[in-house]
T-cell receptor, first 114, second 115 residues
């Protein structure tokens, strides 16, 4: 009964490969997010989707392509992986898009690019 | 754009001692502030938030924070910490971008509790 789940938990891959991370929430929320946490623990938003529509894209390289097949899922596909993509990626969800809403975070996916 | 500064990257304290984690935000007309906690190898969890009203906000696990508009601060406090409070703590400000909530996080403060 995990609220926000991500798969895989760990991902180790070579430079140049393409990989995907999946996220699912069972909270009935209509807004989902992807965050990147770097090695210094700095957390930055990448994308936000509301009702399957992209609403925030924080100048992320085109190699990153989010896809939301339905309101409960938001997947992240990364093409041509680079060393600098190594990080922990967090999915989150919230109800609505108001400024005071609580975001619920998944456990994270640690991506290591060799 | 809004920003948040957490003044301490690491805070070591002894068990049962009080602790304060400092957070300052950039000034804005309306401000919505959050504290999230990240336990080792886990995602973030909301501790508390300030939207409006009383400047003293109480959260989970005995934490509280005080919103101070004149000092643009939102410091987090706990009167007596436990080993289980060892975690990374993030202060965040919420802003609306293109009709959507965007959380801007501080750099994080690692709280280490020593026995």
């Amino acid at each position: 009964d995990t609220a926000v789940s991500q798969t895989p938990k760990y991902l180790v891959t070579q430079m140049g490969n393409d990989k995907s991370i999946k996220c699912e929430q069972n909270l009935g929320h209509d807004t989902m997010y992807w965050y990147k946490q770097d090695s210094k623990k700095f957390l930055k938003i990448m994308f936000s989707y509301n009702n399957k529509e992209l609403i925030i894209n924080e100048t992320v390289p085109n190699r990153f392509s989010p896809k939301s097949p339905d309101k409960a899922h938001l997947n992240l596909h990364i093409n041509s992986l680079e060393l600098g993509d190594s990080a922990v990626y967090f999915c989150a969800s919230s109800q609505g898009t108001g400024p005071g809403g609580e975001q619920f975070f998944g456990p994270g996916t640690r991506l290591t690019v060799l | 754009a809004q920003s948040v500064t957490q003044l301490d990257s690491q805070v070591p304290v002894f068990e049962e001692a009080p602790v304060e984690l400092r957070c300052n935000y950039s000034s804005s007309v309306s401000v919505y502030l959050f504290w999230y906690v990240q336990y080792p190898n886990q995602g973030l969890q909301l501790l508390l938030k300030y939207l409006s009203g009383s400047t003293l906000v109480k959260g989970i696990n005995g934490f509280e924070a005080e919103f101070n508009k004149s000092q643009t601060s939102f410091h987090l406090r706990k009167p007596s910490v436990h080993i289980s409070d060892t975690a990374e703590y993030f202060c965040a400000v919420s802003e609306i971008i293109q009709g959507a909530q965007k959380l801007v996080f501080g750099q994080g403060t690692r709280l280490t509790i020593n026995p």
